[in-house]
């Protein structure tokens, strides 16, 4: 079975600081691991994935996250926040082999203070 | 728009009547899921078709929940006699298994069910 626990249900950061969000999983395979943004009354979009290969991987509007197999971790990064950042991100898992069914976790609710 | 659409977005019922919410995926996508989100949470796997077939249903799917892709383009969710417990947001996304499959889910809009 697989797992995902994100660390921290609401972060706020100011304007122009880094943003770091916070993902840790369990799979019994070696997983594929999402990050997806939701904006208020808009669907679920995918920021970025890891599935094999470079364990640092790059998204949109600038987010990255780095895939830390020792750690079980997944972590969102952002150099500097935007007000438009403001929004519920979902870290997700998905067995390599189990036809994509995605496990998501909780959810972070990110602030952008100005 | 070549997205999924969820139809409809928003559904106010009273306890006990039916409901039913139709997804339409990405025309070339052959595999459908359906997600359910509560205030506050993470969304929760349904159950997912692959073409027309059913291949997994979640615990969470009980007798009342109703799932089907009959000519493997379009899905309908049906919820019978509905308790407020039903009360979500019903997301669709869609998939495509193949060489280039990278295991990544496009997700419609939802449809929010009140449950009264």
């Known amino acids: 079975a697989q797992s995902v626990t994100q660390l921290g249900s609401h972060v706020s950061v100011s304007e122009g600081a880094l943003v770091l969000l916070r993902c840790n999983y369990s799979?019994?395979?070696?997983?594929?691991l999402f990050w997806y943004v939701q904006y208020p009354n808009q669907g679920l979009q995918l920021l970025l994935k890891?599935?094999?290969?470079?364990?640092l991987v790059k998204g949109i509007n600038g987010f990255e996250a780095e895939f830390k197999k020792s750690e079980t971790s997944f972590h969102l990064t952002k150099p500097s926040a935007h007000m438009s950042d403001a929004a519920e991100y979902f870290c997700a898992v998905s067995e390599s082999n189990a036809g994509n069914m995605l496990t998501f976790g909780g959810g972070t609710r990110l602030m952008v203070k100005p | 728009d070549t997205g999924v659409s969820q139809d409809p977005r928003h559904k106010i019922t009273k306890r006990g009547q039916n409901v039913t919410f139709r997804c339409d995926p990405i025309s070339e996508h052959n595999r459908l899921y359906w997600y359910r989100q509560t205030l506050g949470q993470g969304p929760e796997f349904l159950t997912y078709?692959?073409?027309?077939?059913?291949?997994?249903k979640s615990r969470l799917l009980s007798d009342r929940f109703s799932a089907e892709r009959p000519k493997g383009s379009f899905s309908t969710l049906e919820i019978q006699r509905t308790e407020q417990g039903d009360s979500a947001m019903y997301l669709c996304?869609?998939?495509?298994?193949?060489?280039?499959?990278?295991?990544?889910?496009?997700f419609g809009e939802g449809s929010r069910l009140t449950v009264l």
């Open positions: 799979s019994s395979v070696p997983p594929y």
């Open positions: 078709f692959q073409n027309e077939a059913q291949l997994e």
């Open positions: 890891y599935t094999t290969g470079a364990t």
């Open positions: 996304a869609s998939s495509y298994s193949g060489g280039a499959d990278t295991g990544e889910l496009f």
